[in-house]
C-alpha cells in the first residue's frame, strides 16, 4: 500500500492532500490497486516473510529482495513446505529494547526525511489497514517494527 501510495504521489495528477483521503472508487488509486493485488503485480520492494514451523525458539523472517523472482515465480508462491536458502542479517534481541524497525520494507525508497516523518505515524496506518482489510492477524504482530527475539534471513534462494 506504501508503495501504491508513493508511485501516486509521483504523477502530475497526485494531489497531496487527497492522498490523505482514499476512496478506492479513486480512478488513479484503483487503477493501481488492482494492477497489484488483482494482477499480481510483482514490485520492486523487499518482501519481508515470516517463517512458520521452525524449530527454533524464536521468530525467523525471510527478507526477500525484488530481484529474486525468475520467470512465473511471483510472492504468492512462496507457501507450504519449501526449503530457504540464506544468510542472517539481523539477530533481533528479546527484552524491552529488542526491535528491528520495518521501514526498509514499509517505506523502499522513500526518501530519508519523509520515511522518518511517516515512521512516526505508521503503525496507527498499518492497524488501520489491517482492520480495514479484515485480515486475520494477531494483535501483537500489527506493528511497524520486528519484536524480538526475532532473526531476519536474507534470503540467496528459495526452493
Known amino acids: 500500500m506504501f508503495f501504491i501510495l508513493r508511485r501516486l504521489m509521483g504523477t502530475v ?4 492532500d487527497s492522498l490523505r ?3 478506492v472508487n479513486d480512478l488513479p488509486f484503483a487503477e493501481q490497486f488492482q494492477q497489484v493485488y488483482l494482477r499480481n503485480e510483482l514490485l520492486p520492494i523487499p518482501i519481508l ?21 525468475l520467470g512465473e515465480a511471483s510472492a504468492n508462491r512462496i507457501e507450504g ?36 516523518f511517516l515512521m512516526t505515524q505508521v503503525d496507527d496506518h498499518v492497524r488501520e489497514l489491517v482492520s480495514h482489510f479484515d485480515l486475520d492477524l ?14 531476519v534471513v536474507d534470503a540467496i534462494g528459495i526452493y
Open 81 to 116: 513446505e519449501l526449503r530457504v536458502l540464506g544468510s542472517v542479517s539481523r539477530l533481533i534481541p528479546g527484552g524491552g529494547d529488542g526491535y528491528l524497525s520495518a521501514e526498509q520494507w514499509l517505506l523502499h525508497d522513500w526518501e530519508h526525511m519523509m520515511r522518518r
Open 21 to 23: 483521503n482514499l476512496d
Open 13 to 16: 495528477e497526485a494531489d497531496l
Open 49 to 69: 516473510l515470516e517463517l512458520t514451523g521452525s524449530n527454533l525458539p524464536q521468530k525467523v523472517y525471510i527478507n526477500v529482495p525484488p530481484d529474486h523472482f
Open 138 to 151: 494477531p494483535a501483537e504482530d500489527v506493528h511497524a517494527h520486528i519484536a524480538g527475539p526475532a532473526i
